[in-house]
């Protein structure tokens, strides 16, 4: 069993900067890929970004390449999202996942494992 805890969600101003981050309570972090997504209000969950078990290969959404970075620092069982230039549309509430696998995925299905989500409100 893994519990996720998010933190660092808020609200800032269009082009601002934010730095969420997942603890996770598992024994071997490094046995886990890690997965960001999101959700807006009617809107369907969608994937942003997802990490491997060392940090040696990432995956981000079209929607946010170029400003957001997926990290992961096993020491510390901690994921990281730096999200940078932020975006009116970028608005949601942000959900870590675990992955019973060493080897990420952009599935929602494939994580077994959910925080219980931060807001990110951005205004323009």
């Known amino acids: 069993q893994v519990q996720l805890v998010e933190s660092g969600g808020g609200s800032v101003q269009a082009g601002g900067s934010l730095r969420l981050s997942c603890a996770a309570s598992a024994r071997t972090f490094s046995n886990y890929a890690m997965g960001w997504f999101r959700q807006a209000p009617g809107k369907e969950r969608e994937f942003v970004a997802a990490i491997n078990w060392n940090g040696g290969s990432t995956v981000h959404a079209d929607s946010v390449k170029e400003r957001f970075t997926i990290s992961r ?10 999200m940078n230039n932020l975006k009116p549309e970028d608005t949601a ?11 990420l995925s952009q599935k929602s299905y494939d994580y077994a494992y959910w925080g219980q989500g931060t807001q990110v409100t951005v205004s323009s």
Do not use: E, H, M
Not at 93 to 103: K, L, V
């Open 73 to 82: 620092d096993n020491a510390k069982n901690t994921t990281y999202l730096q």
């Open 93 to 103: 509430a942000y959900y870590c996942a675990a992955r019973g696998s060493i080897w």
